[in-house]
Every structure is written in structure tokens, then in C-alpha cells.
């Protein structure tokens, strides 16, 4: 009997990925190729292996889901939102903390928000998570960054073509107010907003699996926030089925540690990590190949 092997990868998307020259088309609008935002180092050839998983083991593959970042310009995350005590613009991967709100050192740009921001950046280190960092604006909805790598994209749609299925897709970020690094909920829910809230759906169809494989970007956040989310929801009962892809993954620069730590944390709990070649045989077995 065939076995229900899914396949959730963490935002594969433009901005994410070191992509060389070939990948990166002209934008019309500045006559300047277009960049990633974010590039996670070791991410292009992430996906590359990725999408080869996908081509060569689509047939024992039952199931695949999609995450997307997916931000407006304007976040409580982006440079946009903020500005230093004397008014100048705050440079990408700035730290802030809620005592630095409060000692003026950042301010929002529109005066009215820094209640909710104060109330934001305290719930947030209540959790004790992450701290606010001030990103790249990236993965602005309808932008070329927040595309699926084509590589990655060109795969899942072989296997939606082969299997007569659809790929899942997971939008995640697109309220201001929060960071929205986990697929399964906003760092901060929103109690105004569902789509911060728990995705009850996304656990539902990860627990009818039999295995979970978790690719993505970048390892050392989306990746770790989604997995750390989806262990807390499936119980020590169910972990056995997580699969980590260690060789479709990479933590942002300076983050490496971080990501070294989360790896160490999810094998003690019964996470399997994995190396796509392993894994591409699970499938090949699962196909009957």
C-alpha cells in the first residue's frame, strides 16, 4: 500500500535565494536586473537539489505544500516602518527592542502607531523568540522576490501534471503588525486577524502523513519557526514523522549557530534529519520503483 509521504517546503521564493546572473531578469521599470533581497547564502543550490528530489521522486511524493512570504511595503518589519531618534532612515538589519522604543532611539514613522508598536515589541519579547529586526523590505506581494524559485516551480508543476494534483499554497505575513516567520502562526497573533492565528488546516494535513519532509529558507527562521510551530501542535506521539532536509535548507549569515542549535533540538526530540539523497529512495520505494 502506498505510503502518504508530503512534502512541505518553507518559502523557496526569489528574494531568499543567492541566484546567480542567469537567474535574475531585467526590471523594465529601472533598467537594472533584479536582485534578491535576502539572499540566503547556499540557497540557489538549496533549491536546485530540492527541485531534483522533486523531478526524480514525484511519483512516491503524495502530497506538496507551499509556503509563501508574502509582505505589504509597509511593516512593523521593514526599514520602512521606523526612524532613528534624529529622523533618518533605519538601516536594514536593525535590531529593535521595545527599550529602545522607549528611549526614542526608534520611532515609528507615523506617530499614531507607537502604542500598538510598544504594545507589539513587548508581547514579542515576552515570547522570548526572536527580536524585532528591521529586514530588507522582501517578498513584497506581486514583486518578482516573492516568486517561487523557477527551478523549484518547474518540478512541483511536473508532479502536479504527472499526479493530476495541486501543489498547496500557505501565504503567511501580510499583516503589518506582526512578524509572520512560521507557517503555523504570526510570532504575535493577531486576535483580530485568523490568518495570524493557529493554521489548523496546515496541521490537519501534515498529521494525516505518514512522513513530513521540511525543505526551505532559510533554516536558521522560516524554517525553524514553522518546525518548532508544528512540533508544539503534533505532541511527542507524532514527531517521528518530521524529516528535516538538511541538504535543501541554510540559515541566514550570523545566524549559523542559531540554526546548529534548532537542528540539535529537533533530533532530541525525535526529528529525523535527513539528506535528500536518503530521502529520494524513500520515494522511489514509496513509487514502486
Not at 27 to 49: E, F, I, W
Not at 95 to 106: N, P, S
Not at 233 to 253: E, N
Amino acid at each position: 500500500m502506498k505510503r502518504q509521504l508530503h512534502l512541505l517546503v518553507i518559502d523557496p521564493q526569489n528574494d531568499f535565494c543567492d541566484l546567480p546572473p542567469g537567474y535574475l531578469p531585467d526590471n523594465p521599470a529601472t533598467r537594472q536586473p533584479c536582485a534578491p533581497a535576502l539572499p540566503v547564502p547556499g540557497a540557489h543550490q538549496d533549491m536546485l537539489r530540492l527541485a531534483g528530489l522533486i523531478n526524480r521522486g514525484r511519483h512516491g511524493l503524495t502530497a506538496i505544500t507551499v509556503t509563501l512570504d508574502s509582505h505589504h511595503r509597509l511593516d512593523i518589519a521593514h526599514p520602512t516602518f521606523w526612524l532613528t531618534h534624529d529622523g533618518s532612515p533605519v538601516p536594514p538589519f536593525t535590531q529593535i527592542a521595545a527599550a529602545d522604543v522607549r528611549g526614542g532611539t526608534f520611532l515609528p514613522r507615523q506617530p499614531a502607531a507607537l502604542p500598538r508598536a510598544l504594545a507589539y515589541l513587548d508581547a514579542l519579547e515576552a515570547v522570548g523568540r526572536y527580536q524585532l529586526m528591521a529586514w530588507p523590505v522582501h517578498c513584497e506581494i506581486g514583486s518578482w522576490g516573492a516568486n517561487v524559485h523557477d527551478d523549484v516551480r518547474a518540478a512541483y508543476n511536473r508532479w502536479e501534471d504527472a499526479t493530476q494534483s495541486i501543489v498547496a499554497k500557505v501565504h503567511k505575513g501580510a499583516n503589518p503588525w506582526t512578524e509572520h516567520y512560521s507557517a503555523v502562526q504570526a510570532e504575535v497573533p493577531d486576535p483580530d486577524d485568523p490568518a495570524t492565528q493557529v493554521n489548523a488546516a496546515l496541521i490537519t494535513s501534515l498529521a494525516e502523513a505518514d512522513q513530513v519532509y521540511i525543505a526551505g529558507e532559510a533554516g536558521s527562521h522560516c524554517v525553524r519557526a514553522t518546525t518548532e510551530h508544528i512540533v508544539q501542535q503534533f505532541g511527542d506521539d507524532r514527531l517521528g514523522k518530521l524529516v528535516l532536509l538538511t541538504d535543501c535548507m541554510s540559515p541566514v549569515a550570523g545566524f549559523e549557530p542559531a540554526y546548529q542549535e534548532f537542528l540539535a533540538a529537533m533530533q532530541a526530540r525525535g526529528v529525523r534529519l535527513a539528506q535528500s539523497g536518503d530521502v529520494l529512495q524513500e520515494l522511489l520505494l514509496n513509487a514502486g520503483r
